[in-house]
């Protein structure tokens, strides 16, 4: 593997790492949990309605899951719109800056890449679904492991209040 490839996937690397930092330090995502949890709610709710409620209702309902998606959405982009520069950025003028008209060739799955940012961009993306992958296992254990002290506490609280 040349140099150029290795730098190349070594940038991706650190652009992932700074890109998930940002999305980390500035995403809501314990908002955006429960932001998820009541829509299935309403979901469920407007479903169970059905046929059966007035218009009035299903529009009341309808405008709740509206301003949840809404607030969820807004949540989701905050993030996005810091990274996106950073990414413009790194793919138009530093990549060119520092390996000019340089190319590359890879091989992969029967694909073969011949400049550094086509390279970049299919690093990136395999870094950033590996990043999202295990990070996404880590929030669900620290979740269900939150959620379980909770019941626990308030299993105690029951528990105490017999007494």
Do not use: W
Request: aromatic content about 6%; some cysteine; hydrophobic content about 45%.
């Amino acid at each position: 593997m040349s140099s150029i490839v290795l730098e190349v996937i070594v940038i991706a690397i650190l652009y992932v790492i700074v890109s998930v930092t940002v999305q980390r330090k500035v995403g809501n995502f314990e908002r955006m949990r429960e932001i998820r949890k009541q829509l299935n709610e309403k979901m469920k709710d407007l479903r169970k309605l059905g046929n059966t409620a007035s218009s009035a209702e299903l529009k009341a309902k309808q405008d709740e899951i509206t301003a949840l998606t809404s607030e969820s959405l807004k949540h989701q982009m905050k993030p996005t719109l810091l990274v996106l520069p950073i990414s413009l950025v790194l793919f138009y003028v530093a990549l060119p800056l520092v390996f000019g008209s340089q190319k590359v060739d890879v091989s992969l799955l029967g694909i073969t890449l011949t400049s550094y940012q086509y390279l970049f961009v299919v690093s990136a993306f395999v870094c950033g679904l590996a990043a999202t992958g295990i990070l996404s296992m880590y929030d669900r254990m620290a979740a269900s492991k939150k959620d379980k002290i909770a019941k626990e506490v308030e299993q105690a609280a029951a528990q105490e209040n017999k007494y």
